[in-house]
């Protein structure tokens, strides 16, 4: 399993833009697709992005269609959620995760790894 740990949450205006980072350890990180999901409070954990291994294959909830981003340096072993045109209702913490199989992740069932998470908080 890889090690995943977030960054680049924070408190923005809504209509404004985050990129998160999820930095992988290990030598294997483009063998795993990876995925960004998110939980608001009260609320369960959703999915959000998932990108496959090479990152050819790119997959999105409809709620960020058009707004977010997803992809990959494998070089650096780092995930990207580019996030544009931010609303309230994006507001949860988010989590990057990885697994051998992209249907996993799409799929969220996800028994790889998970990064601890990073607050994104849009104001209104």
């Known amino acids: 399993q890889v090690l995943l740990v977030e960054s680049g949450g924070g408190l923005v205006q809504a209509g404004g833009s985050l990129r998160l980072s999820c930095a992988a350890s290990?030598?294997?990180?483009?063998?795993?697709?990876m995925g960004w999901f998110r939980q608001a409070p009260g609320k369960e954990r959703e999915f959000v992005a998932a990108?496959?291994?090479?990152?050819?294959?790119?997959y999105y909830a409809d709620s960020v269609k058009g707004r977010f981003s997803i992809s990959r340096d494998n070089a650096k072993n780092t995930l990207y959620l580019q996030m544009n045109s931010l609303k309230p209702e994006d507001t949860a913490v988010y989590h990057c995760?990885?697994?051998?199989?992209?249907?996993?992740?799409?799929?969220?069932?996800?028994?790889?790894?998970w990064g601890q998470g990073t607050q994104v908080t849009v104001s209104s």
């Open positions: 995760a990885a697994d051998q199989l992209l249907a996993s992740v799409v799929g969220g069932t996800v028994s790889g790894s």
């Open positions: 990108i496959s291994g090479s990152g050819r294959i790119t």
């Open positions: 290990g030598r294997t990180f483009s063998s795993y697709a």
